[in-house]
């Protein structure tokens, strides 16, 4: 799951809603800072919250224990999603907000 070398993309609601060095981000951490280190499902779940007005990403998934906090140095906007996921079907891998998953 989330190899880095399949095609990488994010929904439209996404890239609406969060700045593209947020979205960067995020495929950057499954590659440095989850790949390897965690078993990873084919979705990953990411809270973005608001800590002391900077963002801060909570990974998780389903019927797994671990989360992991990831301070990030942009600043937070109450209108981010609170929520998002990255989803992987084999060959191509999206961020995406709950709401679009079918």
């Known amino acids: 799951m ?9 929904t439209f609601s996404v ?3 969060l700045p593209g060095e947020i979205i960067d981000r995020v495929w950057q ?3 440095t800072d989850l790949n390897g280190v ?4 084919n979705i990953l ?16 998934q ?7 906090g990831f301070d990030l140095p942009f600043p937070y906007d109450r209108d981010y999603p609170d929520e998002i996921l ?9 961020i995406l907000l709950p ?4």
Request: negative net charge; hydrophobic residues 40%.
């Open 2 to 10: 989330f190899n880095a070398q399949h095609a990488r993309f994010a």
């Open 29 to 31: 951490l499954i590659d």
């Open 62 to 68: 389903a019927d797994d224990a671990t989360q992991i």
């Open 38 to 41: 965690v078993p990873l499902s």
């Open 86 to 94: 990255a989803y992987d079907d084999g060959e191509n891998q999206t």
């Open 45 to 60: 779940k990411f809270n973005v919250e608001n800590h002391n007005g900077r963002v801060t990403l909570l990974f998780s």
């Open 99 to 102: 709401n679009e998953v079918e």
């Open 15 to 17: 890239v609406q809603t």
